[in-house]
Structures are given as C-alpha cells and as structure tokens.
C-alpha cells in the first residue's frame, strides 16, 4: 500500500506547483496574493491558478478513496495502479489547463474521477455493500 500513499503525497502536492507556475508573473505581491492574481491579465497565469484550486478540489475524494480502499481490503495492487494512474493524469490535468488544452484537460479529469469512483466502489464492494 505504500506506492498509494506516496500518491497521496504526491496529490497533496500538486496544488502548490500549479500556484507557483501562476504566481511566476511580474512583480508578484505576496502582500496580497490573491489580489495580485485577479488582476492578472496573463491568461496562463489565471489557468494555473484555476489548476491550483482544482488539484485542490480533486485531493479529498482521492485521498478518501485510497484510505477506503485500504481499510476495506481492496487488493492492494489495484488500489496502487489506480492511484498512480490518477497522479499521472492529475499532473496532465495541470499541465493541459495551464496550455489550455481544454479537451485534454476534460478527458484527464474525467478519467482521473473514474479511477477515484473505482476505488470507492471497490471498498464498497469489499465490505458487502
């Protein structure tokens, strides 16, 4: 199980290295980032932002899913597979929305959503349900 668990870190993560990519702009405020941000006329730089608040968005269900896995018994060779397969298509996910690659993207995030649902539905399963 610790190839998931290092995906969870991995996870964890993401969202800061989106940020730093949109936060790379010039005469970046760190008094007031998030206002610096809005006013950002660089369309890059709103994309990563937009994929810093989606790593985010993404990082709970994953992380549940994973640990739901585990807990229920779920065969820990899948539970790794499927991880690092939402990892990989998580950091495409980043790199698809700050080139705006919007079709990519959508497909990255919807396949990365399939491996979380599996996972639950896996536990689920494993439990009697």
């Known amino acids: 199980m610790s190839i998931a668990y290092w995906c969870i870190l991995v996870a964890a993560l993401l969202p800061y290295v989106w940020a730093f990519i949109a936060k790379r702009g010039p005469r ?35 992380a549940a899913a994973v640990l739901m896995a585990q807990a229920a018994g779920v065969d820990p060779t899948l539970v790794a597979t499927q991880a690092l397969i939402f990892v990989g298509l998580r950091v495409l996910h980043g790199i698809f929305y700050v080139t705006d690659l919007h079709l990519m993207r959508t497909f990255a995030w919807t396949a990365g959503f399939a491996c979380v649902l599996w996972m639950m539905v896996a536990a689920a399963l494993q439990v009697g349900g």
Not at 43 to 58: D, K, Q, S, Y
Request: aromatic residues 14%.
């Open 28 to 62: 970046y405020d760190n008094h007031d980032p998030r206002g610096w941000l809005a006013k950002q006329d660089d369309p890059r730089a709103r994309r990563a932002n937009a994929a810093h608040l989606n790593a985010f968005e993404a990082f709970a269900p994953f």
